[in-house]
């Protein structure tokens, strides 16, 4: 792997043009928020993101969804159809395990109390032939998948799923998806800001979005990586999730030290270097147990959060100097 040279370095960077303070209605309001600068990344990491996959599932040789590597952190979200689909295996499955039995029950009950055969098994035919049948016929691609555990080729992903991001630290690019992996929008990840929104849910609670917002553009789309996290997480964990996003991006700086990384770490240059020169255990995530990962990560969250650990390290100003 070798960085290109749009890729993004904390050291060595030109400096970016001031953002237009006349803003239009519309571009206020996609970009309203608080604004986390950018800033020399830290230790600190955002534990709520990564507690999973455990290291069981790590070195498992069923593998792991590989959406963040080395490379580039590309997540998916299901088709439009085949979430509709999911929600239907949802109620098949349901219906075989609970709709099912009971009315199969049913039947054994009107057998023994009423004598009647015929009744009992009118119930059961029906029951087999309108719950059983087609909810079997529904929930079998699961079951298949579950029983064959087939190797998913990523060429063709886009059957099932679509690209929702891409933050590649090999180029420094960010780019935006929408249906059929149309490409939206891809820009240089230090041309966005990273804006954290905020909204009152229905119960009056506030609900947050992380967002990387195209500083020199109106999009009405930004990259949600809060999602990482979830919406309900304390204000400094996002401010972790972006320390370790400036991390993962910036070539001068080794990847975050995080369990789905390890696997990759020793195919990053910087990172290598890095290892090496501190000797790090190559499997310092992968040769715990489960319960000693949980133990682990609730001890980095309390000590960050009880010794007011920064979650970032110091600012950068990225702008050019007015002359």
Request: with cysteine.
């Amino acid at each position: 792997m070798s960085y290109q040279s749009t890729a993004y370095n904390s050291q060595a960077f030109t400096p970016q043009p001031s953002p237009n303070e006349k803003r239009s209605w519309s571009e206020r309001m996609h970009k309203r928020g608080e604004i986390f600068p950018f800033s020399q990344a830290s230790d600190c990491i955002a534990t709520s993101a990564v507690r999973s996959p455990k290291p069981s599932v790590l070195n498992s040789e069923v593998g792991v969804d590989d959406f963040w590597t080395h490379q580039q952190m590309q997540p998916y979200t299901f088709a439009r159809w085949a979430g509709i689909y999911m929600f239907l295996a949802g109620i098949a499955k349901f219906a075989l395990i609970i709709a099912y039995p009971f009315f199969v029950i049913s039947s054994l009950i009107v057998y023994f109390m009423q004598s009647t055969p015929d009744s009992a098994i009118d119930i059961f035919l029906t029951m087999t032939l309108y719950i059983a049948v087609p909810s079997i016929i529904i929930y079998s691609p699961i079951l298949w998948v579950n029983w064959l555990n087939p190797k998913v080729d990523k060429t063709n992903l886009s059957l099932f799923a679509r690209k929702k991001y891409c933050l590649n630290r090999e180029t420094g690019m960010v780019t935006l998806y929408g249906e059929g992996n149309r490409k939206i929008f891809s820009h240089p990840f230090i041309e966005f800001d990273c804006i954290l929104a905020s909204n009152p849910n229905h119960q009056g609670l506030l609900s947050y979005r992380l967002m990387l917002v195209h500083r020199y553009s109106d999009y009405a789309q930004g990259v949600n990586i809060g999602s990482l996290v979830g919406v309900n997480a304390p204000l400094a964990e996002y401010k972790r999730l972006w320390n370790m996003i400036q991390q993962y991006m910036d070539v001068s700086k080794p990847l975050p030290d995080v369990p789905m990384l390890e696997q990759f770490r020793d195919l990053d240059p910087t990172t290598a270097a890095y290892d090496q020169q501190h000797q790090r255990n190559p499997n310092y995530w992968r040769s715990m147990s489960d319960e000693e990962f949980d133990k682990t990560l609730t001890e980095m969250a309390r000590n960050q959060r009880e010794q007011n650990i920064p979650p970032t390290g110091r600012e950068i100003d990225i702008f050019a100097k007015a002359s």
